[in-house]
């Protein structure tokens, strides 16, 4: 069965270094997203990716974050300037249009 | 912008009870989500309806568009059952994939 692969499962990094974090979507998929979830709260949108531009985006997504498909096949999520709060699970999908969410396992990331 | 409630936040069942989870929402929406979280974190959506009623296996969703409402129900619950069940829908009506999430029920099936 296809599914969506996320790398890598768990980062930890210092405050104020870059993060990028990968994701491989499903193949037919045209739709792209990475949500969060902070430890023991909601899982929150974040941003959707669609013809290689941000369809949508919330407040969290500011200037310290980015998306990019830099291929074919990669969907990443960079953390400019990571802060302590940034600590999350983070959780890339897709989706064809119309259709249901397709999620990877997630992306643990630890600031320090 | 939508408000998702989900009830009851913690439930306990034992083996071959029927489960429903519940879940309320403030805006007219197109298509609401069910989705499973497993103790190790990992997300598997288990149903996307816009009406009506939906099955898989033991699980069935059902929504009333009218009412704002949507129930998830487990026949024959299993301790593998056991995980966070959470439903999902869009931020407004205009904004089919901003999802707003709700904070999830967590369901525990004992043997």
């Known amino acids: 069965e296809p599914e969506v692969t996320q790398t890598p499962s768990h980062q930890v990094t210092q405050m104020g270094q870059e993060v990028i974090l990968r994701c491989v979507p499903i193949?037919?998929?045209?739709?792209f997203y990475w949500y969060r979830q902070i430890l023991g709260q909601k899982v929150e949108f974040l941003v959707s990716?669609?013809?290689?531009?941000?369809?949508?985006k919330s407040e969290i997504f500011d200037d310290q974050f980015s998306v990019e498909r830099p291929d074919g096949s990669n969907f990443t999520l960079k953390i400019r300037s990571t802060k302590l709060e940034d600590s999350a699970m983070y959780f890339c999908?897709?989706?064809?249009?119309?259709?249901?969410?397709?999620f990877g396992e997630g992306s643990r990331l630890t600031v320090l | 912008k939508n408000e998702v409630e989900q009830s009851p936040q913690n439930l306990t069942a034992q083996e071959g009870e029927f489960i429903t989870i519940n879940c309320s929402y403030s805006?007219?929406?197109?298509?609401l989500h069910w989705l499973q979280q497993h103790p190790g974190g990992g997300i598997v959506s288990l149903f996307m309806?816009?009406?009506g009623k939906k099955k898989h296996g033991r699980l069935i969703a059902t929504i009333n568009i009218q009412e704002k409402h949507s129930s998830l129900h487990i026949t024959a619950s299993h301790p593998r059952d056991s995980a966070v069940y959470i439903c999902?829908?869009?931020?407004?009506?205009?904004?089919?994939?901003?999802?707003?999430f709700g904070s999830g029920t967590q369901l525990t099936v004992l043997p």
């Open positions: 193949s037919n998929h045209l739709y």
């Open positions: 805006v007219g929406i197109s298509a």
């Open positions: 999902a829908v869009p931020r407004s009506s205009g904004s089919a994939r901003q999802l707003t």
């Open positions: 309806l816009s009406s």
């Open positions: 999908a897709s989706s064809t249009w119309g259709g249901e969410l397709f």
């Open positions: 990716f669609y013809n290689n531009e941000i369809s949508e």
